[in-house]
């Protein structure tokens, strides 16, 4: 099941510092974990896709980012429409984030950023709880082709702090050229009594640099396949 809504809560992008792909716009789709850019302020971000499988499809992951100040973002996700075989449909949940840049290290290679995000059950019944998730965000850049984006998070406790879930991924990326890029990684969510993980592979295409389109496949835990596609579009 798709890993962002259900149970990570996220679905992003990876940044190369110092490659041509950097110069374009840096969302936070595809790939299992938040890069660390921030949008700048007075520019707005609309990112959206769908995961689709045999018998479930996820559509429109619909996320939209605007900067509020130098190094700090917000991002309000709107949700999706859940379509299951025998199910009715449902609505994903809505949420709040917020991205703060802690800034470059090690001659610019290392960038990391701060991360929140609050589901916002008000919006929806089938969502009960402000469940909350802190994440550390980390892009690496190995040479002019090579990147990698990781974080590493808790959260998600309804019963007192000691009752939540770490997250992590590793998503190694490469430019294949000016436009494209590609990205494999894993993700896992997991305690001391569950674990949910996935596999991914994609690629990325700017049509120019503020219009970024998305395509790839995430191999779940649950033995399902998804197709996923996407958009991002700088305003």
Same mark, same amino acid.
């Given at each position: 099941m798709?890993?962002? /809504?259900?149970?990570?809560?996220?679905?992003? &992008?990876?940044?190369f510092?110092?490659?041509?792909?950097?110069q374009?716009?840096?969302?936070?789709?595809? *790939?299992?974990?938040?890069?660390?850019?921030t949008?700048?302020? #007075?520019?707005?971000?609309?990112?959206?896709? &769908?995961?689709?499988?045999?018998?479930?499809?996820?559509?429109?992951?619909?996320?939209?980012?605007?900067?509020? &100040?130098? #190094?700090?973002?917000?991002?309000?996700?709107?949700?999706?429409?859940?379509?299951?075989?025998g199910?009715?449909?449902?609505?994903?949940v809505?949420?709040?984030?917020?991205?703060?840049? =802690?800034?470059?290290?090690?001659?610019? #290679?290392?960038?990391?950023?701060?991360f929140?995000?609050?589901?916002?059950? %008000?919006?929806?019944d089938?969502?009960?709880?402000? =469940?909350?998730?802190?994440m550390?965000?980390?892009?690496?850049?190995?040479?002019?082709?090579?990147?990698?984006?990781?974080?590493?998070?808790?959260?998600?406790?309804?019963? *007192?702090?000691?009752?939540?879930s770490?997250?992590?991924n590793?998503?190694?990326?490469?430019?294949?050229?000016?436009?494209?890029?590609?990205?494999?990684?894993? &993700?896992?969510?997991?305690?001391?009594?569950?674990?949910?993980? =996935?596999?991914?592979? *994609?690629?990325?295409?700017?049509?120019?640099?503020?219009?970024?389109?998305?395509?790839?496949?995430?191999?779940s835990?649950?033995?399902? /396949?998804?197709l996923?596609?996407?958009i991002?579009k700088? %305003?």
């Amino acid at each position: 099941m798709n890993n962002r /809504l259900v149970t990570l809560l996220v679905i992003a &992008a990876f940044i190369f510092s110092g490659s041509a792909i950097a110069q374009n716009i840096s969302a936070d789709r595809p *790939g299992a974990g938040y890069g660390t850019f921030t949008v700048p302020s #007075k520019t707005v971000y609309l990112e959206s896709g &769908a995961s689709i499988s045999s018998d479930f499809s996820d559509i429109g992951q619909l996320f939209l980012r605007t900067g509020l &100040a130098d #190094k700090f973002e917000a991002q309000l996700g709107v949700g999706s429409l859940f379509f299951a075989n025998g199910a009715d449909t449902r609505v994903g949940v809505q949420s709040l984030a917020f991205k703060y840049s =802690l800034g470059s290290f090690q001659e610019d #290679k290392l960038n990391l950023s701060l991360f929140s995000r609050t589901n916002l059950p %008000f919006f929806n019944d089938d969502y009960e709880y402000y =469940l909350t998730r802190f994440m550390i965000l980390a892009d690496y850049s190995i040479n002019e082709s090579w990147g990698i984006n990781s974080n590493f998070g808790y959260g998600d406790f309804i019963d *007192g702090i000691e009752n939540g879930s770490f997250n992590f991924n590793i998503t190694p990326g490469f430019s294949v050229n000016e436009n494209t890029a590609g990205y494999f990684g894993y &993700a896992v969510t997991f305690d001391e009594n569950f674990s949910s993980d =996935l596999i991914e592979v *994609g690629m990325v295409h700017f049509l120019n640099p503020s219009f970024q389109l998305d395509a790839g496949f995430i191999y779940s835990d649950g033995d399902d /396949l998804y197709l996923t596609i996407g958009i991002a579009k700088r %305003f």
